[in-house]
Nanobody
């Protein structure tokens, strides 16, 4: 299984950025796909998730609600994170992750996800 994240970069506060994660080697439709982030010196934080078969619902961390949106394309095995109105506090390494059989109450827990991408750095300047 491989998850390849891309799209990170340096942007200014208020800008938008779209991250993409392409998955291979797994039954994509049946997996919950998530995005997490980790800023220097901080714990990994849940950003967003899109549940797989049986759910197909989207979930967001409190700090990004209303600004970020997650998109899933089962035909291309990709999950994108559209980030709008970026703030300096959004600066972090962003990781995509995949997990199967994740119950709703665990969707924000990184331990629930089996597979992880390598991360892509997003830097937001003020």
């Amino acid at each position: 299984v491989q998850l390849q994240a891309s799209g990170g970069g340096l942007v200014q506060a208020g800008d938008s950025l779209r991250l993409s994660c392409e998955a291979s080697g797994l039954a994509f439709r049946s997996y919950t796909l998530g995005w997490f982030r980790q800023a220097p010196g901080k714990e990994r934080e849940f950003v967003a998730a899109y549940r797989g078969t049986g759910g197909n619902t989207m979930h967001y961390g409190d700090s990004v609600k209303g600004r970020f949106a997650i998109f899933r394309n089962n035909a291309k095995n990709t999950v994108d994170l559209q980030m709008n109105s970026l703030k300096p506090e959004d600066t972090a390494v962003y990781y995509c992750a995949a997990g199967r059989g994740i119950i709703l109450s665990s969707i924000a827990r990184d331990q629930a996800y089996e597979y992880w991408g390598q991360g892509t750095l997003v830097t937001v300047s003020s």
